[in-house]
């Protein structure tokens, strides 16, 4: 759930990941996804997805 929480923290909404990159050369991106859109792509997957969906502390079913 420190993955989740530290993406979700730093984020302006409370609804979504957003996860920062920074390049090798330097360059800095961040990527946005919403919570629901992640939960639902890791049940996509099957058992291993939801335990991954709880490892991240979203829950143990799909939106």
């Known amino acids: 759930g420190r993955?989740?929480?530290?993406?979700i923290a730093h984020g302006a909404a409370?609804?979504?990941?957003?996860?920062?990159?920074e390049s090798d050369d330097g360059t800095r991106t961040e990527k946005y996804m919403s919570i629901?859109?992640?939960k639902d792509r890791l049940f996509g997957i099957g058992e291993a997805g939801a335990e991954l969906a709880d490892a991240f502390g979203l829950g143990t079913s799909a939106s």
Not at 3 to 7: G, L, P, S, T, V
Not at 14 to 21: L, N, P, S
Request: net charge negative; charged share 30%.
């Open 3 to 7: 993955f989740a929480n530290e993406c």
């Open 14 to 21: 409370k609804d979504e990941f957003v996860i920062k990159i």
């Open 36 to 38: 629901s859109t992640v």
